[in-house]
């Protein structure tokens, strides 16, 4: 945070992203400098927001962004009970997404199984979910409810796409 408060003398430095999950230095950073904080901590974008963060940057609103837009438009106007209404209705996809394998991975895994992606594959060093990884992220997406803008029902994912890690073709090669 210490950097953060030095990034904010710069005068081409007008916003942050911070994934780090510590509100104390959040508030330090919001009460001591004038940049536009954009939380990055999908689990923590509502007590962010109610701090004085200005929107989020997340793995997560990759999979359901009307939720999160109606969240932060709910803080805009002052409205904590729809804004918390909204981040307990994420909180199943935020723990499905991020705390079993890397978002990213997870986020793909989940894109996947809607239909949204045509492959669920990473970039190495990345690589797809194991079998038990796999259904951790299942079991949770099973105790997601209604989110505007996703339809669970259709979650369909597909273990043997995700396996490994996806190797750039190179021309001339065999991979």
């Not at 210490?2 to 999950?21: C, Q, S, Y």
């Not at 793909?108 to 796999?134: C, D, F, N």
């Not at 259904?135 to 597909?158: C, Q």
Request: proline share 6%.
């Amino acid at each position: 945070y210490e950097t953060f408060l030095r990034l904010a003398k710069h005068p081409n430095i007008l916003a942050v992203k911070d994934a780090k999950g510590d509100s104390s230095e959040v508030s330090r950073v919001l009460n001591q400098t004038d940049l536009m904080y954009f939380s990055g901590d999908d689990a923590n974008v509502l007590p962010h927001l109610s701090i004085g963060a200005v929107g989020l940057i997340g793995v997560t609103a990759n999979i359901a962004p009307a939720p999160y837009r109606a969240m932060i438009d709910a803080v805009n106007a002052g409205d904590l009970t729809t804004a918390t209404a909204q981040h307990k209705k994420l909180e199943p996809l935020v723990r499905a997404t991020m705390n079993h394998v890397p978002g990213t991975v997870a986020a793909k895994y989940i894109l996947h199984g809607l239909g949204r992606i045509s492959t669920p594959r990473v970039r190495l060093p990345l690589v797809g979910p194991e079998e038990w990884e796999a259904a951790l992220i299942e079991d949770e997406i099973a105790l997601v409810g209604a989110l505007d803008g996703v339809d669970f029902s259709n979650f369909r994912p597909d273990r043997n796409a995700a396996a490994g890690g996806a190797l750039p073709k190179i021309a001339g090669t065999t991979r």
